[in-house]
Nanobody
Framework: EVLVAESGGGSVQAGGSLRLSCATS?????????VAWFRQAPGKEREGISC????????YLADSVQGRFAISTDDAKRTVYLQMHSLKPEGAAVYSC????????????????????WGRGTQVSVSS
């Protein structure tokens, strides 16, 4: 089991920035893993917005956040970051990160069914 814990959520005005962190531990292979960010707004389906893969270095950003969000990792700390700029009111949601061992979990998208371990989520509120 991979332990996953998000932090960094909060309230910002439209156009503002936040950086979310996803701390992980317990991957089967320390250099072979995938982590993704999802978000879910009230009454809406969960949306996969970004993922990153090691050791191949593949990343993915959904069209809805392309050009405004960036995903990165501190491999030594086993932590994945989601830097969010130009936040929009429709981006208000609970943001969750999830971990996967499968190489198919971050191959051109966030294959939600490939992610086995999930954090509790962190709330992001965006006021207009």
């Amino acid at each position: 089991e991979v332990l996953v814990a998000e932090s960094g959520g909060g309230s910002v005005q439209a156009g503002g920035s936040l950086r979310l962190s996803c701390a992980t531990s317990g991957f089967t292979y320390v250099d072979d893993w995938r982590v993704a960010w999802f978000r879910q707004a009230p009454g809406k389906e969960r949306e996969g917005i970004s993922c990153i893969s090691r050791p191949d270095g593949r990343t993915y950003l959904a069209d809805s956040v392309q050009g405004r969000f960036a995903i990165s990792t501190d491999d030594a700390k086993r932590t994945v970051y989601l830097q969010m700029h130009s936040l929009k009111p429709e981006g208000a949601a609970v943001y969750s990160c999830a971990a996967a061992n499968s190489q198919y979990a971050c191959a051109g998208g966030t294959a939600e069914d490939q992610y086995d371990d999930w954090g509790r989520g962190t709330q992001v509120s965006v006021s207009s």
